[in-house]
């Protein structure tokens, strides 16, 4: 090719290219800086249903009442959310005591009625902060002495051994499963990773594989044999999402959310040795682990039930997951959490560190609840301690026995026992001409029963297409936590609308017939 040739070849490949930089430029001005049209999709793809269209018009409706609006009902009771402090529970003293000291050690001079007990903790944690402040920023897996205090946990809990060196502290359990999750992520578009989700599922998954640009693999839950896991269901899901994407991780809610079921040690092996044969990451999330409600029951852990398997397993890698935000202490608004990495390789680990390093550190305040979660006191503390944790513990088994029980006394609610947690997911049986109405308005059925639910009574729960669920089947999520006397008017409540609902659509001939 002559000189000329090129000359000319090179110049159409210039103006080719700013007339591509000028039409970028002009898209860019026309969507403006920031616009819902040039918004991140994955981010648009994310839904919540814990917090979704329900719940708005929930507070909505108890905004009506604070100012005098009338109503059919005189109150809006919250079911929709496991948060324990909001729906009246107290907090533990020994936690709060221990945080106030943390936060103001000239409290420990000048103040009385703090416990020995809370004084030692709070010394012991300020000993390990950068100038024994908890406004210092901690290192970035968490407070030395809070790593400790989880690691002998974690080895009196299980009978098997836990190092600090395998423990990072996060904002809440959801804030280090999704730094375990970035772990797994690719930039391939057209090899995605997958993760294996439970369904019905915590909406926090959904959202995070949405968030990340990955697939979803769902794997059904057998909601006839209380909620346990088949080997069989696990193949189906594996097989069928390898033309989409490429299993990294199975993730496990246990005790289950929204579902309640506490599995037995048998099913939790049949879970690792499937993830030891696809080579999968297993993601165990067990922040109900301290919510057990069937008597004579007992949690058992992923690692506990790994470590048994003997050393065909040692390459198994394993990532449990625990919050103060549950079991006795519901303490969500303190945002502490801890992951333990079972089998994780050294240098998997080390980018762990420099990923949640870009964070600097997880709140201090969280942390120090961590240590308090894990490490009861030993000393003057300890009689009240056990007595507000036992206390808060009978009454949560109390209420979940009659949420059970009166849930299936209702004709057309169907509920399984609730081994844990803090909800029940009850299947509800709906009209055709409600199932109809619903789709004909573009909802899902048991979103047009939540919505009517909550406009009749002012009850808040979530329907269980948020957390997704067998195709045909209709539920709801509600919690425990409200007050028993507010569980009693919320269940006599539900039973009178269920009737009329049922009656309403029965009316409604279904469409095409």
Request: aromatic share 8%.
């Amino acid at each position: 090719m002559c000189m000329t040739s090129l000359i000319v070849k090179f110049s159409m490949e210039v103006h080719k290219k700013d007339l591509e930089v000028s039409e970028r430029e002009a898209m860019a001005r026309r969507l403006g800086m920031l616009s819902l049209a040039n918004l991140n999709p994955c981010v648009k793809e994310m839904q919540y249903a814990v917090r979704g269209p329900i719940v708005i018009k929930a507070a909505e409706l108890e905004g009506q009442l604070n100012k005098g609006a009338k109503l059919p009902f005189e109150q809006v009771i919250k079911a929709n959310i496991g948060d324990a402090h909001a729906m009246g529970q107290k907090p533990i003293s020994f936690v709060r005591e221990v945080i106030a000291l943390a936060t103001c050690p000239s409290l420990m001079e000048t103040a009385t009625g703090f416990s020995d007990d809370a004084v030692t903790r709070a010394k012991e944690i300020l000993g390990s902060t950068g100038g024994g402040s908890v406004g210092a920023y901690t290192n970035s897996v968490g407070i030395s002495t809070v790593l400790n205090h989880v690691a002998e946990y974690i080895s009196q809990r299980d009978g098997y051994p836990a190092s600090p060196a395998d423990i990072f502290l996060g904002t809440g359990a959801s804030g280090c499963i999704k730094n375990i999750m970035k772990l797994c992520l690719t930039m391939d578009a057209d090899n995605k990773p997958g993760f294996m989700i439970p369904v019905p599922q915590y909406p926090l998954y959904s959202a995070c594989t949405a968030e990340f640009n990955a697939h979803l693999i769902s794997y059904f839950m057998n909601e006839s044999n209380n909620w346990t896991l088949d080997r069989a269901e696990l193949e189906r899901a594996y097989e069928d999402s390898l033309k989409h994407c490429i299993p990294k991780a199975i993730c496990i809610i246990n005790p289950g959310n929204p579902t309640g079921q506490n599995l037995p040690a048998e099913n939790i092996a049949e879970i690792i040795r499937f993830a030891h044969d696809k080579q999968l990451l297993i993601m165990a999330d067990e922040v109900y682990q301290d919510n057990i409600w069937t008597d004579g029951d007992n949690f058992t852990s992923f690692k506990k039930v790994l470590r048994s398997l003997g050393p065909d397993f040692d390459d198994q890698p394993l990532a449990s997951f625990h919050s103060v935000s549950k079991g006795f202490m519901g303490e969500c608004g303190l945002r502490g959490g801890y992951c333990e990495m079972t089998n994780f390789p050294e240098d998997v680990k080390t980018m762990l560190l420099k990923l949640i390093s870009a964070s600097l550190c997880s709140s201090t305040s969280g942390q120090v609840a961590v240590s308090c979660m894990v490490k009861p006191p030993t000393g003057d503390a300890r009689e009240t301690y056990d007595r507000e944790t036992k206390a808060v513990l009978a009454s949560l088994k109390e209420r979940s026995v009659m949420v059970h029980e009166k849930l299936n006394a209702i004709p057309g609610i169907k509920c399984n026992p609730l081994q844990g947690a803090m909800y029940a997911f009850p299947a509800i049986d709906l009209p055709a001409g409600a199932i109809e109405t619903a789709k004909s308005q573009g909802m899902e059925p048991d979103f047009l029963y939540c919505s009517e639910l909550l406009d009749a009574t002012g009850i808040c729960v979530v329907p269980g297409s948020g957390f997704w669920q067998t195709p045909g089947t209709y539920h709801f999520r509600m919690t425990i936590l409200p007050p028993k006397d507010q569980l009693v008017v919320f269940l006599d409540k539900l039973a009178e609308f269920h009737g009329q609902f049922c009656e309403k659509y029965s009316d409604v001939s279904p469409l095409g017939s």
